[in-house]
């Protein structure tokens, strides 16, 4: 992987960057409930400068970073999981992978969205429309991946993963998350939250902290205005003794190399590869989805992995 902007102008600014890009994890109400708060904002702007995305599409698939590390936040060891969706809308969908190292990666499906006028609004149901939520876990001791699926029930992403996490986990959730821009179109904030029940919650505590999560400040604003995430945590949810019980480093990235992009061309049939491998186009250029890194092989490097398949009167 090749990050085409590392965020921040100086070291000193990108060292204290990826220090507040952090994960923490913290107890509410006598550990009745569970919740995770994440800063994320180095990662996005990241994430939008390697692919290259506008305003709308950095909102939509930044949504998509923080909803897949959130999630990922019960993972352990070297487990990961795949928040996917396909819809009929503009959108297409998005497929995002993050895992209990804090790393995440991921795309749209259609990275150029159609904006023809300002939006009046926030609410996204326009480019999905109908679609189906789906996320897959693959975990140590599971023999198989296990996937879990809904259909989208709102153009929110946040109220999608909560639909999920009842639906097809039956564990009460309330999920937020926030990505802001400045004036100028630039991201200055992005971070995300999770509100989960454990045994013990009742009605009255679970519906209590949901009118508190839908009330609450947009996190991307405030972790712009330097708020950390245990400041807001004991802020807004003094009331419920909140005890932190760690933190981990979350961060844009994907373990795609040169070589095993090269090796993949063996997926092409034999006359396709030989084809390939005789007549290019060179420099041949194969790009990773994930990141948008994009990789150049010349006629030569292609001809040493794959020359065993090119015909022999050439």
């Known amino acids: 992987m090749i990050k085409k902007k590392i965020y921040g102008d100086t070291v000193r600014e990108r060292l204290l960057a990826g220090r507040r890009d952090k994960m923490h ?3 509410l109400a006598d550990r009745r409930v569970r919740g995770v708060i994440l800063h994320g904002t180095k990662l996005v702007s990241e994430m939008r400068a390697n692919h290259e995305l506008g305003i709308l599409e950095t909102l939509i698939l930044g949504y998509g970073y923080l909803g897949a590390l959130l999630l990922s936040s019960s993972l352990k060891g070297a487990e990961r999981l795949v928040l996917e969706i396909v819809c009929d809308g503009p959108l297409r969908g998005l497929s995002v992978e993050a895992s209990a190292f804090g790393e995440v990666r991921g795309y749209l499906r259609e990275k150029h969205l159609p904006v023809t006028a300002p939006l009046e609004s926030f609410d996204l149901t326009p480019f999905w429309g109908k679609g ?34 009842l639906q097809s986990e039956q564990t009460p959730s309330s999920y937020s998350l926030s ?13 995300g939250l999770l509100v989960q029940a454990l045994p013990g919650a009742d009605d009255a505590l679970l519906a209590g902290l949901e009118a508190k999560v839908n009330a609450l400040p947009r996190l991307g604003q405030e972790f712009a205005d330097k708020v950390t995430p245990e400041a807001f945590v004991l802020s807004y949810f003094g009331e419920y003794d909140p005890e932190f019980t760690g933190d981990k480093r979350v961060d844009f990235m994907c373990h795609c190399r040169p070589e095993r992009f090269l090796a993949s061309l063996n997926v092409l049939a034999p006359e396709e590869l030989a084809d390939l491998v005789a007549n290019g186009p060179y420099p041949l250029v194969l790009t990773c989805a994930n990141c948008n890194t994009a990789y150049e092989y010349t006629r030569e490097e292609v001809e040493r992995a794959h020359g065993s398949q090119r015909p022999k009167n050439l």
Not at 148 to 159: I, K, W
Not at 179 to 191: E, S
């Open 25 to 27: 994890r913290f107890t």
């Open 132 to 165: 189906i939520l789906s996320v897959t876990r693959h975990l140590e001791e599971a023999k198989t991946p296990f996937t879990g699926r809904v259909e989208l029930s709102s153009g929110s992403l946040a109220l999608n993963l909560a639909h999920y996490s």
């Open 179 to 191: 990505v802001r821009f400045d004036k100028h179109g630039g991201l200055v904030g992005a971070g």
